[in-house]
Nanobody
Framework: VQLQAYGGGLVQAGGSLRLSCVAS????????VAWFRQTPGKEREFVAA????????HYSDSMKGRFTISRDNAKNTVYLQMDSLKPEDTAVYYC??????????????????WGQGTQVTVSS
């Protein structure tokens, strides 16, 4: 499975952005698509995940309520809608996909495919 992440950019604090993760290849094998983010000097952290089974969404506690993950099956795309953005949301955002059934969605080494990352910068 190949992933392409789009939609990053520069936005003022309080603004919104929508990231897109487009999948191609053996997409039928994907169980979960997730978003992670990373800032320089810090470990990559889990943001949100969307599972095919039941179509359920899962969020990091710190993003819950501001970020919404969703999917468009016809477009093989998973979106991350980010609202009420804060300067601390500035990071490179990555999408990832896994063919495994996960108990913990933040287990990064179980994601088989990763997109190239898209930069989100939130100015104060």
């Amino acid at each position: 499975v190949q992933l392409q992440a789009y939609g990053g950019g520069l936005v003022q604090a309080g603004g919104s952005l929508r990231l897109s993760c487009v999948a191609s290849g053996r997409t039928f094998s994907v169980v979960t698509v997730a978003w992670f983010r990373q800032t320089p000097g810090k470990e990559r952290e889990f943001v949100a995940a969307f599972t095919r089974s039941g179509g359920s969404a899962h969020y990091s506690d710190s993003m819950k309520g501001r970020f919404t993950i969703s999917r468009d099956n016809a477009k093989n795309t998973v979106y991350l809608q980010m609202d009420s953005l804060k300067p601390e949301d500035t990071a490179v955002y990555y999408c990832a996909a896994t063919t495994y059934f996960l108990r913990n969605y933040d287990t990064q080494n179980l994601y088989n495919s990763w997109g190239q990352g898209t930069q989100v910068t939130v100015s104060s």
